[in-house]
């Protein structure tokens, strides 16, 4: 019986020993500390108020080059993912940006070109316009001066009929001239026109070049607000 007994004895000393070796070699994550090891990744835990995931802590990754799991908080994990979508949109901004600039200086190159010609064609328009204007004041003049030797006292009535429709006729050539001065110029100014849309495409270029440099601020602050949330 004694024997028994010390069986016994033993075997509850020996169940003891192997619990108390088990507890203190195995990590507790029972009570989990901000920051600090964690079993698996992706497994959740509520540390002080605050909801945290086992995971590799970006901040840490970016900064130290380590990638070991511990407990972080969901915040930094959801700040990162917001860095993340920014770090991406400056990429296909900048991208998109370079894109329409060569597509720009493309048509640009193309319109500039043809400008010399254009100007030149401008510079012909601008002569007939001219010219069309001061036949349409002569022929306003000579109106004029029809219409005066028509209401001359004293002449007879075919003669006065026929001061009236010259008059008539030169104020109908007026009106043409005028009119051809018109269309002249609006030729002239559509020719022109050319460099005005150069001006324009190259205006739109440089601001979409500087499109990137618009959001490049927005990623730094993400960054910053990843940092902190990160290292709290």
């Given at each position: ?109 193309v319109l500039e070109?043809?400008?010399?010609a254009k100007l ?105 607000n990843r940092d ?5």
């Amino acid at each position: 019986m004694k024997v028994h007994r010390l069986g016994k004895f033993a075997t509850a000393t020996a169940i003891a020993a192997m619990a108390v070796s088990t507890l203190i070699a195995t990590p507790s994550f029972a009570a989990n500390k901000a920051k600090a090891a964690c079993p698996k990744e992706n497994v959740k835990a509520t540390i002080g108020g605050e909801k945290y995931i086992c995971t590799k802590n970006p901040y840490t990754i970016e900064s130290k080059k380590t990638a070991k799991l511990t407990w972080t908080i969901v915040a930094c994990v959801d700040a990162h993912k917001v860095l993340l979508g920014a770090r991406a949109d400056l990429v296909k901004i900048t991208a998109s940006s370079k894109d329409t600039a060569a597509k720009l200086d493309a048509e640009i190159k193309v319109l500039e070109t043809a400008l010399p010609a254009k100007l030149a064609a401008a510079a012909v328009w601008d002569a007939k316009a001219i010219k069309y204007r001061a036949q349409a004041e002569s022929a306003t003049a000579l109106a004029v001066a029809d219409i005066a030797k028509a209401n001359q006292a004293g002449i007879n009535a075919a003669t006065k009929t026929m001061w009236t429709r010259a008059a008539t006729a030169r104020t109908q050539a007026a009106t043409s001239y005028k009119t051809g001065a018109i269309n002249a110029e609006r030729l002239s100014a559509g020719l022109k026109k050319t460099q005005a849309d150069i001006d324009a495409k190259k205006k739109t270029r440089d601001k979409v070049l500087g499109y990137p440099a618009v959001i490049a601020p927005q990623v730094d602050l993400a960054k910053t607000n990843r940092d902190l949330i990160c290292t709290l």
